[in-house]
C-alpha cells in the first residue's frame, strides 16, 4: 500500500476549493487507489461530487489537519502545511477563540481585531518580561521580548518588520512594540528617553498619517525608527531612537479621493483656530486642500483635542514655542495658497481668453496672507505662479502659465513645501531623539507599507509593490539562511532549497533598462511622456519574465510580483516620478524673512540611514553576507553609477536608494517579522472575510513561509521524541532503548525507502514535507492493527469467558432441573402412596363416622324415649306427690281449725272460771282495804323507801364531787405533762446552741489574745509619740518664751525708734522676724496637726476595738439570756464600763468568768487609753490657751501676720 493509499482511505478528511470560502472541508466516500482517475467525496453540506485526478496522483486534494492540532500557536507545527490549513488554523483562533496573534515559523501574524483588547497593560508587558517566544500565548510583546533579549545576549542590531495592507494594524502593532522596549528597556535616571520616543507616535501621525477609505489613521509614509540602546553593566538602556521616512504621499496636501482627508495636522489647526488669531484661519471646509473628499471628521475623534496632544508631544520632543508657531504658520500658509485663486485671461481690449495664460487678483486675500504668513513676498509668489523660466545655454525666457500649469506649479509648490516640512520635523525629532553620544546597538522598527493592488494602480503602488518585494526577497534570504544555519548545526548535507527568488522581478524594476531606469530616461526627455515610456518599457523590458505587456492598449503595463500580478496604469507615473517644482517659486520660499520657512527650503534631502548603514558595513567584520545579498550590493553599486550621471534625482531613483539602504540595514540585523492582516474591510470586530485574508497571506508572504518552510525539511524530530512515538513501528529486534538515535534510523529506513525525503542530524531527524504525516498514519494504521489485535484478542477472551460461563450456567441449570424432575417423582410417588393412606384412613373414617352416627342416633332416640317415659313417670309420682301434699295441708287446715275452736272454747271456760275468782278476790280486798292497820303499814312502808332513797342521793353527789375534781387534776396533769415536754425539747436545743457557743468563744478568745498583743504594741507606741509630742511642747514652749522676750524687746525697740523712716524699717525687720515667728507657727501648727492626726487614727482604732469588744460583749449577753427574762434586761447598760452588766454576767455565768477575763483586761487597757487621751486633750487644749495669751500680748505686729497666722479655733 502506497503512502498516498494509506492518507486517502475512506472517510479521510480533505479540503476542496470553493467559491466563496476559498477552501472547503469534504470526506472521501471511497478510498484512493493508485491510478484513479475519480475520487468520491462529501462536502460538508451534504453533496456528494466527484473530484477528477490525474492518473499520477499529483493533483490529489490537500488532507485536512487532525483535529488535536487544530487552533495551534504556530502554523508551522501544523501537519499538513498548506494553505487551507493555515487558513483554518487562524480562522479557529480569531473567531472561535479570539486570539488575535499566532505564530508562523518566525513571522508573527497579527490579526486587526477592530476591537480594543485588554492585552497590552503594563501587567501584561510584564507577564512577558523574561519568557521565551513559546512559553506564552503567540503576542506582540513576546516577538519584543525575544529581540529584547537577544539584544541583551548577544549585542547585536535586531529589526521588527510590520508589514501589512492598509489598516492590517501595522502602526498600532510597531507602537506596542516600542512600547514595550521603553517599558523594559527604561532606566529609572532618563525616563526622558522613553517619553520622548513614545512622544514621536503623536506628531509623526498628526503629519504622516490621514483619513482614507481604508484606515482612518492611515500612515501615507513608511517609516524606520531604531531604538538606541546603550550597554551599562550587562543591561540595555534605551538611549534615544532616529526615524527615518520612506515615501511621504506627497500628492495628498492638495488631493484627496472622496471619503479621504488631507493629513490630519490640517484639520488640527483648523480645529484650534481660535488659539492662532493670526493665521487668519476659517473652517476646514472652506479650504480647498481640505474639502475635497466631502469627510471632514473621523467619529470619535476630536481634532482640537488631537491638536493639544500634538503640541504637548512636540513640546516634549523639543520643539520650542517659536517653532511651533512657525510650523503653524507654514501649514496655514499651504492652506490659504490653497485658496489663491487662478483665474482666466482675456486678450486684451477683447472678450476673448487667451488659453496660454491666466491671471491671479493682485489682492487676493489668500495671496496676501499667505506673503504675510511664510513672510515672502507676495508679489513675487504671484508672479512666478503666472509665469516660468525657461533655460537655455546663455539666457532664459519668460513663458506665461496657463490656469492648468498655475494651479499645477501652486500644487507643486505646496507638496513641495509640506515635503520639506515634514522632513524639517524628522530632523528635529532626532535631534531630540539622539543627543549623538556613542549607542552600542539598535532595535529598528519598520513599520511599511504592504503590498498593495486596486483596480488603477499608480506610481505610488508601483514603489509600494516595489519595496514589499525588496523586503520579500529579504525575508526569503532571512528564512533560506536561518535554515541554512539550522541544518549547518544539525552537520547534514542538503541542496539548496527550491525557493521562490523575487530577484528577477527586482531585476526587472531596477536593472539597467528596466522599469525605474527606463522611467527616469523618459522623465529626462524633454518631450517624453507616460505612453512613450510604456512604449520603451514594452519594447525593452519583454524579455523580463516578471513583465507582461497588456493585451489592449499601450497605456498600462502587467507585472509578476511574488503574491500578485498587478496591472500599473502608466498614466501620471513621468509626472509623480520628475516631482517638479518651479525653482523660482522655491526661491521666493527661499527668501523668506521667517527663519523656519527659509531653514525649511534649504534643506538638503540625506540619507541618514544609507550613512548609518554604510558606516556599519564597515563594522559587520566577520559577518556572513549570504549570496543574495552581493547580489544587492553590486546593484546599488551600479545604481550609484547610473544615478551619479543624473543631474537631479528623481523620486523613483531617490526610494531605490532609500530602500536599498534600507534593506542593508535590515541585512545587517536579525529580523522579526510581524504580518498585520485586514480580516475585513467594514472595520468590524472580529469578522472574517476568508477571501481577503487569503489574498493578505499569500502576499505578506505567511504562505511563503510555509511554502519554505516546506520545500526543505519543515518536520524536525529530536530523537527521543521521534523514538517515543515511533517505537511501535519497528520490530522488537530493531528497537534499543539504550541506542536511540539507531532505533530511529531503523524506523525510518524500515518505512521510508526514498532517501531524499528524510535526513538525520546530529540530535534531529529531518523530514520533508508530508513525511511525517505519513509515518502518523503508518503508525495510525499499525495501531489499528494493533488495537484490532489486541481487541480480538480481548473480545475471544470475553467471547470464551462468556461461553464458560454460559456452558457452566446451563449444566447447573440441568441439573437442577434434573434434580427437580426426580425430586418431583418421588414426590409423585410418595403423593399416592399418601393418597392410598389417606384414602384408607378417610374411608375408615367415614365408616367410623357413619357407624358413629348411627350409634349416636339410635343412642339419642333411646335417650329421648327413656327421658320421655322418665318424664312421664316423674309426672306421675309429681302429681302423686303434690295430691299427698293438698291433703295433708287440708288435713292440717282442718285439723287446726278444730283446735282452735275447741281452744278457744277452753279458753272462754277459764277465764270465765278466772272472772269468777277474781270477782271474788276484789270484793274481799274491798273490805279490806276499808281498815286503817292497813293504811299505816304502807305509809312506813313508804317512809322507808323515800330514806333509803335520800341515802342513795348523797352517795351519788359524794361520787359526783370526787368525780369533778379528779377531772381537774387530770387536766391539771396534762398541762404539766405539755409542759415537761415544751422544756425538755428547749433544754435540747439550748445544749447544742451551747456547744456552738463554746466554739466560738474559744476562737474569739485566741483572737482578743493576738489584739491584746497588738493593742499593747500600739499603747507602746502611743506612749512614745506621747513621749515625743512632750519634749516637742517643751522646746516649743521653750520658743515661745523667747520670742516673747524677742517680742517685748521688740516693742520696746519700736516704742523708742524715731522718726518714719525708721519706724518703717523697724517695721519691716520686726515683719521679718516675725515672718519667722510665723513659719515657726505655722510649723508646729503643722506638728500639732500631725500629732492630732495621729491621735485621730488612735481614736479610730479605739472605736474600732471599742465596736468590736461592744460586739462580743452583746453576743455573750445575748448568748447567755434565755426567753424568759429577755425583756427585763436594761438597754442602756450595755458598755464596756457597766458593772452592772459584767456583775451579772459574772452572777450568772460563773463559768464564764475565766473566759472573759482576757476581755476585761483589754477593755481596762482601753480605758486606760481614753483617760491618756483625755489628759493629751486637757494638755492641748492649755497650750492653745497659752498661745492666744502670747499672740494677745505681741498685739502691735499682730496685724501684719494675722490674715497667715491666725488659726481657726474650730479646725483644732
Ligand atoms: N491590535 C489591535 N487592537 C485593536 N485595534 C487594532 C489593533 N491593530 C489595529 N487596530 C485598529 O485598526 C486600525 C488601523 O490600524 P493601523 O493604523 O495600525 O493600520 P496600518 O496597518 O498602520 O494602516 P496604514 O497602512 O494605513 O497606516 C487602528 O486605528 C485600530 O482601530
Ligand atoms: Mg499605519
Same mark, same amino acid.
Given at each position: 500500500?502506497?503512502?498516498?493509499?494509506?492518507?486517502?482511505?475512506?472517510?479521510?478528511?480533505?479540503?476542496?476549493?470553493?467559491?466563496?470560502?476559498?477552501?472547503?472541508?469534504?470526506?472521501?466516500?471511497?478510498?484512493?487507489?493508485?491510478?484513479?482517475?475519480?475520487?468520491?467525496?462529501?462536502?460538508?453540506?451534504?453533496?456528494?461530487?466527484?473530484?477528477?485526478?490525474?492518473?499520477?496522483?499529483?493533483?490529489?486534494?490537500?488532507?485536512?489537519?487532525?483535529?488535536?492540532?487544530?487552533?495551534?500557536?504556530?502554523?508551522?507545527?501544523?501537519?499538513?502545511?498548506?494553505?487551507?490549513?493555515?487558513?483554518?488554523?487562524?480562522?479557529?483562533?480569531?473567531?472561535?477563540?479570539?486570539?488575535?496573534?499566532?505564530?508562523?515559523?518566525?513571522?508573527?501574524?497579527?490579526?486587526?481585531?477592530?476591537?480594543?483588547?485588554?492585552?497590552?497593560?503594563?501587567?501584561?508587558?510584564?507577564?512577558?518580561?523574561?519568557?521565551?517566544?513559546?512559553?506564552?500565548?503567540?503576542?506582540?510583546?513576546?516577538?519584543?521580548?525575544?529581540?529584547?533579549?537577544?539584544?541583551?545576549?548577544?549585542?547585536?542590531?535586531?529589526?521588527?518588520?510590520?508589514?501589512?495592507?492598509?489598516?492590517?494594524?501595522?502602526?498600532?502593532?510597531?507602537?506596542?512594540?516600542?512600547?514595550?522596549?521603553?517599558?523594559?528597556?527604561?532606566?529609572?535616571?532618563?525616563?526622558?528617553?522613553?517619553?520622548?520616543?513614545?512622544?514621536?507616535?503623536?506628531?509623526?501621525?498628526?503629519?504622516?498619517?490621514?483619513?482614507?477609505?481604508?484606515?482612518?489613521?492611515?500612515?501615507?509614509?513608511?517609516?524606520?525608527?531604531?531604538?538606541?540602546?546603550?550597554?551599562?553593566?550587562?543591561?540595555?538602556?534605551?538611549?534615544?531612537?532616529?526615524?527615518?521616512?520612506?515615501?511621504?504621499?506627497?500628492?495628498?496636501?492638495?488631493?484627496?479621493?472622496?471619503?479621504?482627508?488631507?493629513?490630519?495636522?490640517?484639520?488640527?489647526?483648523?480645529?484650534?483656530?481660535?488659539?492662532?488669531?493670526?493665521?487668519?484661519?476659517?473652517?476646514?471646509?472652506?479650504?480647498?486642500?481640505?474639502?475635497?473628499?466631502?469627510?471632514?471628521?473621523?467619529?470619535?475623534?476630536?481634532?482640537? @483635542?488631537?491638536?493639544?496632544?500634538?503640541?504637548?508631544?512636540?513640546?516634549?520632543?523639543?520643539?520650542?514655542?517659536?517653532?511651533?508657531?512657525?510650523?503653524?504658520?507654514?501649514?496655514?500658509?499651504?492652506?490659504?495658497?490653497?485658496?489663491?485663486?487662478?483665474?482666466?485671461?482675456?486678450?486684451?481690449?477683447?472678450?476673448?481668453?487667451?488659453?496660454?495664460?491666466?491671471?491671479?487678483?493682485?489682492?487676493?486675500?489668500?495671496?496676501?496672507?499667505?506673503?504675510?504668513?511664510?513672510?515672502?513676498?507676495?508679489?513675487?509668489?504671484?508672479?512666478?505662479?503666472?509665469?516660468?523660466?525657461?533655460?537655455?545655454?546663455?539666457?532664459?525666457?519668460?513663458?506665461?502659465?496657463?490656469?492648468?500649469?498655475?494651479?499645477?506649479?501652486?500644487?507643486?509648490?505646496?507638496?513641495?513645501?509640506?515635503?520639506?516640512?515634514?522632513?524639517?520635523?524628522?530632523?528635529?525629532?532626532?535631534?531630540?531623539?539622539?543627543?549623538?553620544?556613542?549607542?552600542?546597538?539598535?532595535?529598528?522598527?519598520?513599520?511599511?507599507?504592504?503590498?498593495?493592488?486596486?483596480?488603477?494602480?499608480?506610481?505610488?503602488?508601483?514603489?509600494?509593490?516595489?519595496?514589499?518585494?525588496?523586503?520579500?526577497?529579504?525575508?526569503?534570504?532571512?528564512?533560506?539562511?536561518?535554515?541554512?544555519?539550522?541544518?549547518?548545526?544539525?552537520?547534514?548535507?542538503?541542496?539548496?532549497?527550491?525557493?521562490?527568488?523575487?530577484?528577477?522581478?527586482?531585476?526587472?524594476?531596477?536593472?539597467?533598462?528596466?522599469?525605474?531606469?527606463?522611467?527616469?530616461?523618459?522623465?529626462?526627455?524633454?518631450?517624453?511622456?507616460?505612453?512613450?515610456?510604456?512604449?520603451?518599457?514594452?519594447?525593452?523590458?519583454?524579455?523580463?519574465?516578471?513583465?507582461?505587456?497588456?493585451?489592449?492598449?499601450?497605456?498600462?503595463?502587467?507585472?509578476?510580483?511574488?503574491?500578485?500580478?498587478?496591472?500599473?496604469?502608466?498614466?501620471?507615473?513621468?509626472?509623480?516620478?520628475?516631482?517638479?517644482?518651479?525653482?523660482?517659486?522655491?526661491?521666493?520660499?527661499?527668501?523668506?524673512?521667517?527663519?523656519?520657512?527659509?531653514?525649511?527650503?534649504?534643506?538638503?534631502?540625506? @540619507?541618514?540611514?544609507?550613512?548609518?548603514?554604510?558606516?556599519?558595513?564597515?563594522?559587520?567584520?566577520?559577518?556572513?553576507?549570504?549570496?543574495?545579498?552581493?547580489?544587492?550590493?553590486?546593484?546599488?553599486?551600479?545604481?550609484?553609477?547610473?544615478?551619479?550621471?543624473?543631474?537631479?534625482?528623481?523620486?523613483?531613483?531617490?526610494?531605490?536608494?532609500?530602500?536599498?539602504?534600507?534593506?542593508?540595514?535590515?541585512?545587517?540585523?536579525?529580523?522579526?517579522?510581524?504580518?498585520?492582516?485586514?480580516?475585513?474591510? @467594514?472595520?468590524?470586530?472580529?469578522?472574517?472575510?476568508?477571501?481577503?485574508?487569503?489574498?493578505?497571506?499569500?502576499?505578506?508572504?505567511?504562505?511563503?513561509?510555509?511554502?519554505?518552510?516546506?520545500?526543505?525539511?519543515?518536520?524536525?524530530?529530536?530523537?527521543?521524541?521521534?523514538?517515543?512515538?515511533?517505537?511501535?513501528?519497528?520490530?522488537?529486534?530493531?528497537?534499543?532503548?539504550?541506542?536511540?538515535?539507531?532505533?530511529?534510523?531503523?524506523?525510518?529506513?524500515?518505512?521510508?525507502?526514498?532517501?531524499?525525503?528524510?535526513?538525520?542530524?546530529?540530535?534531529?531527524?529531518?523530514?520533508?514535507?508530508?513525511?511525517?504525516?505519513?509515518?502518523?498514519?503508518?503508525?495510525?494504521?499499525?495501531?489499528?492493527?494493533?488495537?484490532?489485535?489486541?481487541?480480538?484478542?480481548?473480545?475471544?477472551?470475553?467471547?470464551?469467558?462468556?461461553?464458560?460461563?454460559?456452558?457452566?450456567?446451563?449444566?447447573?441449570?440441568?441439573?437442577?432441573?434434573?434434580?427437580?424432575?426426580?425430586?418431583?417423582?418421588?414426590?409423585?410417588?410418595?403423593?399416592?402412596?399418601?393418597?392410598?393412606?389417606?384414602?384408607?384412613?378417610?374411608?375408615?373414617?367415614?365408616?367410623?363416622?357413619?357407624?358413629?352416627?348411627?350409634?349416636?342416633?339410635?343412642?339419642?332416640?333411646?335417650?329421648?324415649?327413656?327421658?320421655?317415659?322418665?318424664?312421664?313417670?316423674?309426672?306421675?309420682?309429681?302429681?302423686?306427690?303434690?295430691?299427698?301434699?293438698?291433703?295433708?295441708?287440708?288435713?292440717?287446715?282442718?285439723?287446726?281449725?278444730?283446735?282452735?275452736?275447741?281452744?278457744?272454747?277452753?279458753?272462754?271456760?277459764?277465764?270465765?272460771?278466772?272472772?269468777?275468782?277474781?270477782?271474788?278476790?276484789?270484793?274481799?280486798?274491798?273490805?279490806?282495804?276499808?281498815?286503817?292497820?292497813?293504811?299505816?303499814?304502807?305509809?312506813?312502808?313508804?317512809?322507808?323507801?323515800?330514806?333509803?332513797?335520800?341515802?342513795?342521793?348523797?352517795?351519788?353527789?359524794?361520787?359526783?364531787?370526787?368525780?369533778?375534781?379528779?377531772?381537774?387534776?387530770?387536766?391539771?396533769?396534762?398541762?404539766?405533762?405539755?409542759?415537761?415536754?415544751?422544756?425538755?425539747?428547749?433544754?435540747?436545743?439550748?445544749?447544742?446552741?451551747?456547744?456552738?457557743?463554746?466554739?466560738?468563744?474559744?476562737?474569739?478568745?485566741?483572737?482578743?489574745?493576738?489584739?491584746?498583743?497588738?493593742?499593747?504594741?500600739?499603747?507602746?507606741?502611743?506612749?512614745?509619740?506621747?513621749?515625743?509630742?512632750?519634749?516637742?511642747?517643751?522646746?516649743?514652749?521653750?520658743?515661745?518664751?523667747?520670742?516673747?522676750?524677742?517680742?517685748?524687746?521688740?516693742?520696746?525697740?519700736?516704742?523708742?525708734?524715731?522718726?518714719?523712716?525708721?519706724?518703717?524699717?523697724?517695721?519691716?525687720?520686726?515683719?521679718?522676724?516675725?515672718?519667722?515667728?510665723?513659719?515657726?507657727?505655722?510649723?508646729?501648727?503643722?506638728?500639732?496637726?500631725?500629732?492630732?492626726?495621729?491621735?485621730?487614727?488612735?481614736?479610730?482604732?479605739?472605736?474600732?476595738?471599742?465596736?468590736?469588744?461592744?460586739?462580743?460583749?452583746?453576743?455573750?449577753?445575748?448568748?447567755?439570756?434565755?426567753?424568759?427574762?429577755?425583756?427585763?434586761?436594761?438597754?442602756?447598760?450595755?458598755?464596756?464600763?457597766?458593772?452592772?452588766?459584767?456583775?451579772?454576767?459574772?452572777?450568772?455565768?460563773?463559768?464564764?468568768?475565766?473566759?472573759? @477575763?482576757?476581755?476585761?483586761?483589754?477593755?481596762?487597757?482601753?480605758?486606760?487609753?481614753?483617760?491618756?487621751?483625755?489628759?493629751?486633750?486637757?494638755?492641748?487644749?492649755?497650750?492653745?490657751?497659752?498661745?492666744?495669751?502670747?499672740?494677745?500680748?505681741?498685739?502691735?505686729?499682730?496685724?501684719?501676720?494675722?490674715?497667715?497666722?491666725?488659726?481657726?479655733?474650730?479646725?483644732?
Amino acid at each position: 500500500m502506497s503512502s498516498e493509499e494509506m492518507l486517502y482511505a475512506k472517510g479521510s478528511k480533505i479540503w476542496i476549493p470553493h467559491a466563496e470560502q476559498v477552501w472547503e472541508s469534504a470526506s472521501l466516500e471511497e478510498s484512493y487507489h493508485k491510478g484513479d482517475t475519480i475520487l468520491k467525496i462529501q462536502t460538508e453540506s451534504g453533496a456528494l461530487k466527484e473530484i477528477k485526478l490525474k492518473p499520477d496522483g499529483s493533483n490529489l486534494p490537500p488532507l485536512r489537519n487532525p483535529a488535536i492540532l487544530v487552533g495551534q500557536n504556530d502554523l508551522t507545527t501544523l501537519s499538513y502545511l498548506h494553505e487551507p490549513g493555515v487558513l483554518y488554523n487562524l480562522r479557529v483562533r480569531f473567531c472561535e477563540r479570539q486570539i488575535i496573534y499566532t505564530y508562523c515559523g518566525i513571522i508573527l501574524v497579527a490579526i486587526n481585531p477592530y476591537a480594543d483588547l485588554p492585552l497590552y497593560g503594563p501587567n501584561i508587558i510584564r507577564a512577558y518580561r523574561g519568557h521565551a517566544m513559546g512559553d506564552l500565548e503567540p503576542h506582540i510583546f513576546a516577538l519584543a521580548e525575544e529581540a529584547y533579549t537577544k539584544l541583551e545576549r548577544e549585542n547585536c542590531n535586531l529589526s521588527i518588520i510590520v508589514s501589512g495592507e492598509s489598516g492590517a494594524g501595522k502602526t498600532v502593532s510597531a507602537k506596542y512594540a516600542m512600547r514595550y522596549f521603553a517599558a523594559v528597556g527604561g532606566s529609572e535616571s532618563e525616563t526622558q528617553v522613553e517619553r520622548k520616543v513614545l512622544a514621536s507616535s503623536p506628531i509623526m501621525e498628526a503629519f504622516g498619517n490621514a483619513k482614507t477609505t481604508r484606515n482612518d489613521n492611515s500612515s501615507r509614509f513608511g517609516k524606520f525608527t531604531k531604538l538606541l540602546f546603550t550597554n551599562q553593566m550587562g543591561v540595555m538602556y534605551l538611549q534615544g531612537a532616529t526615524v527615518h521616512t520612506y515615501l511621504l504621499e506627497k500628492s495628498r496636501v492638495v488631493y484627496q479621493a472622496q471619503g479621504e482627508r488631507n493629513y490630519h495636522i490640517f484639520y488640527q489647526l483648523c480645529a484650534a483656530r481660535a488659539k492662532y488669531p493670526e493665521l487668519v484661519l476659517d473652517h476646514q471646509d472652506n479650504y480647498q486642500f481640505l474639502n475635497m473628499g466631502g469627510s471632514p471628521d473621523i467619529e470619535r475623534i476630536s481634532d482640537a @483635542d488631537q491638536f493639544n496632544e500634538t503640541v504637548q508631544a512636540m513640546t516634549v520632543l523639543g520643539f520650542s514655542i517659536q517653532q511651533i508657531a512657525d510650523i503653524v504658520k507654514i501649514l496655514a500658509g499651504i492652506l490659504h495658497l490653497g485658496n489663491i485663486e487662478v483665474s482666466k485671461k482675456y486678450m486684451e481690449g477683447s472678450d476673448v481668453e487667451d488659453s496660454d495664460s491666466c491671471d491671479i487678483f493682485q489682492n487676493d486675500l489668500h495671496l496676501q496672507v499667505t506673503g504675510d504668513l511664510l513672510k515672502i513676498n507676495a508679489e513675487d509668489l504671484r508672479r512666478w505662479l503666472l509665469m516660468r523660466k525657461i533655460e537655455s545655454a546663455n539666457e532664459y525666457v519668460l513663458i506665461p502659465n496657463n490656469k492648468e500649469m498655475a494651479m499645477a506649479a501652486r500644487d507643486a509648490l505646496a507638496k513641495h513645501i509640506y515635503a520639506k516640512l515634514f522632513q524639517y520635523i524628522v530632523n528635529v525629532l532626532n535631534k531630540s531623539l539622539h543627543n549623538g553620544s556613542k549607542q552600542c546597538s539598535f532595535i529598528g522598527v519598520l513599520d511599511i507599507y504592504g503590498f498593495e493592488t486596486f483596480e488603477v494602480n499608480s506610481f505610488e503602488q508601483f514603489c509600494i509593490n516595489y519595496a514589499n518585494e525588496k523586503l520579500q526577497q529579504q525575508f526569503n534570504q532571512h528564512v533560506f539562511k536561518l535554515e541554512q544555519e539550522e541544518y549547518l548545526k544539525e552537520g547534514i548535507t542538503w541542496t539548496m532549497i527550491d525557493f521562490y527568488d523575487n530577484q528577477p522581478c527586482i531585476d526587472l524594476i531596477e536593472t539597467r533598462l528596466g522599469v525605474l531606469d527606463l522611467l527616469d530616461e523618459e522623465c529626462r526627455m524633454p518631450k517624453g511622456s507616460d505612453e512613450s515610456w510604456a512604449g520603451k518599457l514594452v519594447d525593452k523590458c519583454n524579455k523580463f519574465p516578471h513583465f507582461e505587456k497588456p493585451r489592449f492598449g499601450t497605456t498600462s503595463f502587467f507585472i509578476k510580483h511574488f503574491s500578485d500580478t498587478v496591472e500599473y496604469d502608466v498614466n501620471g507615473f513621468l509626472e509623480k516620478n520628475r516631482d517638479t517644482v518651479s525653482k523660482e517659486l522655491t526661491n521666493v520660499l527661499a527668501q523668506s524673512n521667517m527663519q523656519l520657512c527659509k531653514q525649511v527650503m534649504i534643506l538638503e534631502e540625506v @540619507d541618514t540611514l544609507g550613512t548609518d548603514a554604510n558606516k556599519m558595513a564597515t563594522t559587520l567584520g566577520g559577518r556572513v553576507v549570504i549570496s543574495a545579498n552581493r547580489k544587492q550590493q553590486l546593484n546599488e553599486t551600479r545604481r550609484r553609477v547610473v544615478s551619479s550621471k543624473q543631474h537631479k534625482k528623481t523620486v523613483g531613483s531617490q526610494f531605490q536608494e532609500s530602500l536599498t539602504s534600507l534593506i542593508s540595514t535590515l541585512h545587517a540585523t536579525t529580523p522579526h517579522y510581524v504580518r498585520c492582516i485586514k480580516p475585513n474591510d @467594514d472595520k468590524i470586530a472580529f469578522k472574517w472575510e476568508t477571501a481577503k485574508i487569503i489574498q493578505q497571506l499569500r502576499a505578506c508572504g505567511v504562505l511563503e513561509t510555509v511554502r519554505i518552510s516546506a520545500a526543505g525539511f519543515p518536520s524536525r524530530w529530536l530523537y527521543p521524541d521521534f523514538y517515543m512515538r515511533y517505537q511501535l513501528l519497528a520490530h522488537r529486534s530493531q528497537i534499543d532503548k539504550n541506542d536511540m538515535k539507531q532505533s530511529c534510523r531503523n524506523i525510518v529506513l524500515k518505512w521510508i525507502q526514498d532517501e531524499d525525503k528524510y535526513r538525520f542530524g546530529n540530535t534531529q531527524i529531518f523530514f520533508r514535507a508530508g513525511q511525517v504525516a505519513y509515518l502518523e498514519q503508518v503508525r495510525a494504521n499499525l495501531r489499528k492493527k494493533y488495537i484490532t489485535t489486541v481487541q480480538s484478542v480481548v473480545r475471544r477472551f470475553i467471547k470464551r469467558r462468556r461461553y464458560v460461563r454460559l456452558q457452566k450456567i446451563i449444566f447447573g441449570i440441568q441439573r437442577h432441573a434434573r434434580g427437580y424432575m426426580a425430586r418431583m417423582r418421588a414426590q409423585k410417588l410418595r403423593e399416592a402412596r399418601a393418597a392410598l393412606i389417606l384414602s384408607k384412613y378417610a374411608r375408615g373414617w367415614l365408616c367410623r363416622r357413619r357407624y358413629l352416627r348411627l350409634c349416636h342416633s339410635v343412642a339419642g332416640i333411646q335417650q329421648y324415649a327413656r327421658g320421655m317415659l322418665a318424664r312421664n313417670r316423674f309426672y306421675a309420682m309429681r302429681d302423686y306427690y303434690r295430691a299427698v301434699q293438698i291433703q295433708r295441708f287440708v288435713r292440717g287446715v282442718l285439723a287446726r281449725r278444730a283446735y282452735q275452736k275447741r281452744r278457744r272454747s277452753i279458753i272462754i271456760c277459764q277465764s270465765a272460771v278466772r272472772r269468777f275468782l277474781a270477782r271474788r278476790q276484789f270484793k274481799r280486798m274491798k273490805a279490806e282495804a276499808k281498815t286503817i292497820s292497813h293504811m299505816e303499814n304502807k305509809y312506813m312502808g313508804l317512809e322507808n323507801k323515800i330514806i333509803s332513797m335520800q341515802q342513795r342521793i348523797d352517795e351519788l353527789n359524794r361520787d359526783n364531787s370526787a368525780l369533778k375534781h379528779k377531772t381537774s387534776e387530770i387536766s391539771v396533769l396534762k398541762m404539766k405533762l405539755e409542759m415537761k415536754k415544751n422544756l425538755e425539747h428547749e433544754f435540747k436545743n439550748i445544749k447544742a446552741a451551747c456547744l456552738d457557743k463554746d466554739k466560738l468563744i474559744e476562737a474569739l478568745n485566741k483572737q482578743l489574745e493576738s489584739e491584746r498583743d497588738e493593742k499593747m504594741q500600739l499603747l507602746e507606741e502611743n506612749g512614745h509619740s506621747q513621749e515625743e509630742w512632750n519634749q516637742q511642747k517643751q522646746i516649743w514652749c521653750n520658743e515661745n518664751r523667747e520670742l516673747r522676750k524677742q517680742v517685748d524687746s521688740m516693742i520696746e525697740m519700736a516704742k523708742n525708734a524715731a522718726g518714719n523712716q525708721r519706724e518703717h524699717e523697724e517695721r519691716m525687720l520686726t515683719e521679718i522676724d516675725n515672718k519667722e515667728l510665723n513659719e515657726a507657727y505655722q510649723r508646729a501648727i503643722k506638728d500639732k496637726e500631725v500629732i492630732e492626726n495621729e491621735n485621730y487614727l488612735l481614736k479610730e482604732e479605739l472605736s474600732h476595738f471599742q465596736q468590736q469588744h461592744n460586739g462580743i460583749a452583746a453576743f455573750n449577753m445575748h448568748h447567755t439570756r434565755t426567753a424568759s427574762n429577755a425583756s427585763s434586761q436594761n438597754e442602756d447598760d450595755i458598755g464596756y464600763g457597766s458593772a452592772k452588766n459584767t456583775l451579772e454576767i459574772n452572777s450568772r455565768y460563773p463559768d464564764l468568768r475565766n473566759k472573759n @477575763d482576757s476581755f476585761l483586761d483589754n477593755t481596762s487597757i482601753v480605758v486606760k487609753l481614753r483617760s491618756i487621751l483625755e489628759e493629751e486633750k486637757q494638755k492641748h487644749r492649755s497650750l492653745q490657751e497659752q498661745y492666744v495669751k502670747l499672740a494677745s500680748r505681741n498685739k502691735p505686729t499682730e496685724d501684719s501676720f494675722r490674715p497667715t497666722c491666725c488659726p481657726p479655733r474650730g479646725s483644732t
